[in-house]
């Protein structure tokens, strides 16, 4: 059986361009109030670090595809665009023009399956997200269906960003009411590969519509399923691309796509172990992670309130471990 082709898809934005913050302050100096947690400095900014990345697939797999680069024209100076495995795509090329400018990424996440030449499967980053192991394919897919994290959560009002969460949790559960998936394969939800986290599927299930854990690292995606969500939760993915910055009120995200996987029964189990997410304040934590064999993904998340030498040590933990540059570097 030949290995079905898997693309990766990437989204970058360097957000202290003034080009970028005087287009951006064209849309969204006519809205009100904007809150900082929602539409903040954070959201946007660039620490120099992005050839990281890069080097990091070319070195942990070499096995991918093409790498789909998706700015809103942008394009970091050091890339170098003549490699054969990058296609850089801007928004207007794959985005309905109705929903631009977008400075939303929920927007831009929900018609990733626009993008010409996408490949069926696909491995969805964001540019804080790093693979720091070898990899294969099988990491990801097994019989051409994602390996995800099936456990279920507690849906607390922690932060406006919760309110998607629903959102997300509402639409899905429009259509699997019932856990149908839990009954038919428990062995998936009850998997040793979630370690303590199986307490949660156990403590929830007398429970109709919960929440979701969600480790917030790069997750493998299928076109075909955003797709389907488009044609049969065409409204809501509309309403969420019209909305030119987040609203968390209404908007849903991509994770609708994990969630129907799973609840399809379109998935197979992914260790609890397979990656981690830390704040950019946290980086003392990083040898550990780095040491730990388990660990192939990696997210360090911006922090609102960052602190200077916490990103200087954070340069210099990634350049010790890739100093050579990648081909897709100048």
């Known amino acids: 059986m030949t290995e079905e082709k898997i693309d990766i898809v990437v989204l970058w934005v360097d957000g202290s361009d003034p080009e970028f913050i005087r287009e951006k302050q064209a849309v969204t100096g006519q809205i009100a109030e904007i809150d900082q947690e929602i539409d903040g400095e954070q959201r946007y900014r660039d620490y120099g670090i992005?050839?990281?990345?890069?080097?990091?697939?070319e070195k942990h797999a070499p096995w991918v595809n093409h790498i789909y680069l998706v700015t809103n024209g942008q394009k970091p100076e050091w890339l170098n665009l003549e490699?054969?495995?990058?296609?850089?795509?801007?928004?207007?090329?794959?985005?309905?023009?109705?929903?631009?400018?977008?400075?939303?990424s929920a927007a831009i996440e929900l018609n990733l399956h626009r993008i010409e030449g996408l490949s069926e499967n696909f491995l969805y980053f964001n540019d804080d997200m790093y693979l720091i192991r070898d990899s294969q394919p099988s990491d990801f897919y097994k019989n051409g269906q994602p390996k995800l994290l099936a456990v279920y959560d507690a849906l607390v009002p922690w932060s406006p960003f919760t309110?998607?969460?629903?959102?997300?949790?509402?639409?899905?559960?429009?259509?699997?009411?019932?856990?149908?998936a839990l009954?038919?394969?428990p062995w998936k939800f009850f998997n040793y590969r979630y370690g303590s986290l199986i307490l949660k599927n156990l403590l929830l299930l007398p429970w109709g519509?919960?929440?979701?854990?969600?480790?917030?690292?790069?997750?493998?995606?299928?076109?075909s399923t955003l797709a389907h969500l488009w044609e049969i939760e065409g409204e809501i993915l509309d309403r969420t691309s019209r909305n030119k910055i987040r609203n968390y009120g209404v908007d849903v995200n991509q994770y609708i796509c994990s969630l129907w996987q799973i609840e399809s029964n379109q998935f197979y189990p992914m260790s609890k172990n397979f990656g981690e997410t830390i704040g950019l304040n946290q980086?003392?934590?990083?040898?550990?992670?780095?040491?730990?064999?388990?660990?192939?993904?990696?997210?360090?998340?911006?922090?609102?309130?960052?602190?200077?030498?916490?990103?200087?040590?954070?340069?210099?933990?990634?350049?010790?471990?890739?100093?050579?540059k990648s081909a897709f570097e100048k």
């Open 209 to 223: 519509p919960t929440g979701y854990v969600n480790q917030h690292l790069p997750v493998p995606m299928k076109k």
């Open 283 to 324: 980086v003392d934590k990083l040898d550990k992670i780095f040491e730990d064999k388990h660990k192939k993904l990696l997210c360090v998340n911006d922090d609102s309130d960052l602190k200077q030498e916490n990103l200087i040590h954070f340069k210099e933990i990634i350049q010790e471990r890739y100093p050579k």
């Open 83 to 104: 490699h054969p495995q990058l296609k850089l795509v801007t928004h207007k090329e794959f985005i309905p023009k109705e929903y631009l400018p977008t400075y939303n």
């Open 163 to 180: 309110n998607t969460y629903h959102n997300n949790v509402e639409l899905i559960y429009r259509h699997f009411p019932n856990k149908k």
């Open 50 to 57: 992005f050839n990281y990345w890069f080097r990091m697939i």
């Open 183 to 185: 009954k038919s394969s």
